[in-house]
């Protein structure tokens, strides 16, 4: 059973950056994905970016352009960096993993980007 932690979260101001990680208990080695997803108030939960085993990321429209996503496997980390956040990237940001038969989620990190 993995369990997925993420941090990094916090208050900033508009155009501003924030970089978020997640530490995945258990070698990430064995995920075949890994992602970031968001949910704003009163919003359903949307995906942001993914990143592959073979690190291959892929961004929504939405992250394109301003937030990169990147995995360490040594130390079983995966991070966003958001730039240029405005203030509709205020949302609760969740880390997902994903390994054949099984996905994970973390508890969720709150990004509050002021206008």
């Known amino acids: 059973q993995a369990q997925l932690v993420e941090s990094g979260g916090g208050l900033v101001q508009s155009g501003g950056s924030l970089r978020l990680s997640c530490v995945a208990s258990?070698?990430?080695?064995?995920?075949?994905?890994m992602a970031w997803y968001r949910q704003a108030p009163g919003k359903q939960r949307e995906w942001v970016a993914t990143?592959?085993?073979?690190?291959?990321?892929n961004y929504a429209d939405s992250a394109k352009g301003r937030f990169t996503i990147s995995s360490d496997n040594a130390k079983n980390k995966m991070h966003l960096q958001m730039t240029s956040l405005k203030s509709d990237d205020t949302a609760v940001y969740f880390c997902?993993?994903?390994?054949?038969?099984?996905?994970?989620w973390g508890q969720g990190t709150q990004v509050t980007v002021s206008s």
């Open positions: 997902y993993a994903s390994r054949p038969g099984f996905y994970y």
């Open positions: 258990g070698s990430i080695d064995s995920f075949a994905d």
């Open positions: 990143i592959s085993s073979g690190g291959r990321a």
